[in-house]
């Protein structure tokens, strides 16, 4: 353990707190311990005084990697675009963003950030472009299911209460004021708000399920909402 590890002393500054943090999270990032490694990027997000905007950027870029971990992409979409806007020129939240975009098949958003990315990136992110673009051209969907973060297998009562947190989380009114915030948050809430009106409706869900089956066959989604 270095010396990030070790408890900062009463006085010590609000960046050598936040950066014990960041350490310890990131510890606890690579051991896969990832509620713990959001416990503490969190705590030192919440560090008081410490108005580094560069370093916050990467503070919410990591937490978005801990909540991409978790399967909470609406979570990691967010902490991402709060860490561009602190930082545009930290190029890891676009790539932590487009990377939560295509876990939920938010095809256009991935595009986005692909393109912005491509130039100084490899051919991975070029070719995660094309296919951001080829999807998004067909028209394909997000997948409902990891937009609330819950398996295909999902009670409806998992369903429902994965629906709530998210939508408490993510609602407008709640968003930071920065306009392209709020405006992020209103693109996730209205993306949480459609998984939950085709999940919770027994027969939208069936036929979902079955437009899922037939594009993943290989054939045409028959069921678009």
């Not at 030192?44 to 990591?62: K, M, P, Q, T």
């Not at 995660?128 to 299911?145: F, I, N, T």
Request: hydrophobic share 40%; proline share 5%.
């Amino acid at each position: 353990s270095g010396s990030g590890t070790r408890s900062p002393g009463p006085g010590a500054s609000p960046r050598r707190r936040a950066e014990h943090h960041k350490v310890r999270g990131n510890n606890e990032f690579h051991a896969k311990r990832y509620a713990a490694a959001l416990e503490q990027y969190t705590a030192g997000l919440n560090v008081d005084s410490f108005e580094d905007d560069a370093f916050r950027a990467i503070l919410h870029a990591n937490r978005a990697a801990a909540y991409q971990a978790m399967r909470r992409h609406c979570d990691a979409v967010m902490d991402c675009c709060v860490s561009h806007h602190l930082d545009p020129t930290y190029l890891r939240a676009l790539q932590r963003r487009a990377d939560a975009c295509l876990s939920m098949g938010d095809w256009p958003g991935a595009a986005r950030d692909l393109a912005t990315l491509a130039p100084s990136m490899g051919p991975e992110c070029s070719a995660k472009l094309a296919e951001a673009r080829r999807k998004s051209q067909k028209g394909c969907g997000v997948d409902h299911y990891a937009v609330l973060g819950v398996p295909a297998a999902a009670t409806a009562a998992e369903i429902k209460q994965a629906y709530r947190k998210l939508a408490l989380r993510l609602h407008p009114d709640k968003a930071p004021a920065a306009p392209p915030l709020r405006a992020a948050a209103e693109a996730l809430f209205k993306h949480v708000a459609q998984a939950y009106a085709v999940l919770s409706d027994a027969a939208s869900r069936r036929k979902y399920d079955a437009s899922v089956a037939s594009v993943t066959r290989g054939g045409r989604r028959a069921y678009e909402r």
